[in-house]
T-cell receptor, first 112, second 116 residues
Framework: GQNIDQPTEMTATEGAIVQINCTYQ??????LFWYQQHAGEAPTFLSY????GLEEKGRFSSFLSRSKGYSYLLLKELQMKDSASYLC?????????????FGTGTLLAVQP | EAGVAQSPRYKIIEKRQSVAFWCNPI?????LYWYQQILGQGPKLLIQ????????DSQLPKDRFSAERLKGVDSTLKIQPAKLEDSAVYLC??????????????FGNGTRLTVT
């Protein structure tokens, strides 16, 4: 079966650093994706990890440990516009069946 | 490049009525997905197309939901008859290459369906 867990909500302060965790159990693994979704808008792609380690993209970084079934998204120098839902998604299969399976999302509120 | 286009943006219907959603993927994207996102949850895959063929429809409630992708470009998703629990945002997404493991999905803004 497939199971992806994330915290439901988090709160952080503008200018601070926040880490959003994701654990997964899937029947296969071909990569983990993080998406950002503002209320009423489409999810937008943030990052992709397939090998263990840290991927850095500006203020956002994503980490993966395949042996632990664990990932986190790190947001630095938080801004008010970072208030959004952050979705962790796993690609269990390759080939034509390359769908993404999503967690429930973590709603991040950035406070002044 | 133009993004994934969806219409309508909002739709309100009564239960037992029918409704259809339309999606135009990013040009050149062979793979198209329909996801259902219930409030407070992550998107759930309903159906995936590769060109005009169905790759995965294992979670599509086939007694009431149908989808097609004629000519391998635009797609429509239909619900007939609608139930209250179908109230959700219906997201269409496309990706460039099936089998490209790092190929992200690009989402449209979705259609917010309310069934009363």
């Amino acid at each position: 079966g497939q199971n992806i867990d994330q915290p439901t909500e988090m709160t952080a302060t503008e200018g601070a650093i926040v880490q959003i965790n994701c654990t997964y159990q899937t029947s296969g693994f071909n990569g983990l994706f993080w998406y950002q979704q503002h209320a009423g808008e489409a999810p937008t792609f943030l990052s992709y990890n397939v090998l263990d380690g840290l991927e850095e993209k500006g203020r956002f970084s994503s980490f993966l440990s395949r042996s632990k079934g664990y990932s986190y998204l790190l947001l630095k120098e938080l801004q008010m516009k970072d208030s959004a839902s952050y979705l962790c998604a796993v690609r269990p299969f390759g080939g034509a069946t390359n769908k993404l399976i999503f967690g429930t999302g973590t709603l991040l509120a950035v406070q002044p | 490049e133009a993004g994934v286009a969806q219409s309508p943006r909002y739709k309100i219907i009564e239960k037992r009525q029918s409704v259809a959603f339309w999606c135009n993927p990013i040009s050149g994207h062979a793979t198209l997905y329909w996801y259902q996102q219930i409030l407070g949850q992550g998107p759930k895959l309903l159906i995936q197309f590769q060109n005009n063929g169905v790759v995965d429809d294992s979670q599509l409630p086939k007694d009431r939901f149908s989808a097609e992708r004629l000519k391998g470009v635009d797609s429509t998703l239909k619900i007939q008859p609608a139930k209250l629990e179908d109230s959700a945002v219906y997201l269409c997404a496309s990706s460039l290459v099936a089998g490209g493991y790092n190929s992200p999905l690009h989402f449209g803004n979705g259609t917010r369906l309310t069934v009363t």
